[in-house]
């Protein structure tokens, strides 16, 4: 896939950022969409703090930061950063409506040959296609947190993706380092679905005071050799997304999805996780502070 191709990302939040890093630094012109001017900002000096992190570590060639700047471009108008995109990858917040009215601006904006990806952790691709004129060039494009440590894009077709769309898709992936699986579209995919019960199933553990949420972590940690415990990863992924992905589980798979009442305290409490520092544990300067865990009452 040759690397001018040019890529909107729509969503500054903590994937969007990771997403318009990885594109930027596989030598793509990335457009970086958000409503939040704030968000936009944050956004861009968190992608050039990773590529100072990487040259400082000796992995990332210092000329890589010009690259990244002179390619990346701040917008806050949807249908003009999607004019002309040859892909644009949908990635704010967890929610139906939110979606379908971004890809269907976006969608009416760009070319007829665009492709149209969601970053999506659960929702379904066939209805979010529904908003868009030429359903076949829809596809999902589901990435991990943090993106340029996480080696997956997870590759979604809906109902009516084309076989071209699905082989433009994984050859973006493949440009940018990440190994690509191909998922038939089913709620959670395989990812979200795995991942949700998990970290649902702890929460109900911590609920019901069967351990701290220190100790669920250490052992799925040390007796299973997951890299983070199901609540530390809860806490990266961000509460509230992961109840909105819950919710839909819960409708479309059934009983054993119900979200645990904790996370729904959780997100009205506003401890959303790492992104606001604070979760089920509390964070300064973005390390976990030892002992903060939540201890429900
Ligand atoms: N956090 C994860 O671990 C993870 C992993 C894979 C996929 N996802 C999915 O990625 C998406 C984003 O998640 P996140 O964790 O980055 O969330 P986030 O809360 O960090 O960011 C969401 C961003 O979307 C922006 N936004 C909201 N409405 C918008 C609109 N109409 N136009 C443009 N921008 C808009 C918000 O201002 C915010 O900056 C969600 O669909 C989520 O399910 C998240």
């Known amino acids: ?44 000096t968190a992608i050039l703090g990773i590529i100072d992190e990487g040259v400082k570590r000796g992995k990332v060639d210092a000329a890589m930061r010009g690259q990244v700047e002179g390619g990346l471009t701040l917008s ?22 939110i979606k379908l009215d971004i890809l269907k601006t976006a969608a009416d904006a760009a070319g007829e040959d665009a492709v149209i990806a969601t970053n999506t952790s ?15 060039r829809v596809i999902g494009m589901h ?26 898709t994984r050859a ?34 911590l609920s019901e005071g069967v351990a701290t949420a220190e100790d669920i972590d250490t052992s799925l940690r040390l007796a299973f050799n997951h890299p983070m415990g199901p609540l530390e990863l809860g806490d990266l992924t961000g509460w509230d997304t992961r109840l909105s992905v819950l919710h839909y589980l819960h409708q479309t798979l059934g009983e054993k999805f119900r ?11 506003g401890r959303y996780g790492r992104k606001v520092g604070h979760g089920v544990y509390r964070y300064e300067d973005g390390q976990k502070v030892p002992g903060s865990g939540l201890r429900p009452v």
């Open 1 to 44: 896939m040759p690397t001018n191709d040019r890529i909107t990302v729509v969503g500054a939040g903590q994937m969007g950022l990771g997403i318009a890093h990885g594109f930027a630094v596989a030598g793509h012109p990335v457009v970086l969409v958000d409503v939040s001017e704030g968000q936009l900002e944050k956004a861009k």
């Open 122 to 136: 659960a929702l379904s691709i066939t209805e979010l296609a529904s908003a868009v004129n030429n359903p076949g």
């Open 172 to 205: 973006w992936a493949e440009g940018m380092g990440k190994t690509h699986i191909l998922v038939n579209e089913a709620p959670g995919f395989t990812t979200s679905r795995m991942s949700a019960m998990l970290g649902n199933e702890a929460m109900w553990m």
């Open 259 to 269: 979200p645990c009442p904790l996370i729904s305290k959780m997100v009205k409490a």
């Open 143 to 168: 990435f991990f947190n943090p993106v340029h440590k996480m080696k997956l894009c997870e590759v979604i077709r809906g109902l009516q993706t084309t076989d071209e769309t699905v082989t433009r």
């Open 76 to 97: 806050k108008d949807l249908a003009a950063a999607s004019a002309g995109a040859d892909l644009v990858v949908e990635t704010a917040t967890e929610n139906l409506k």
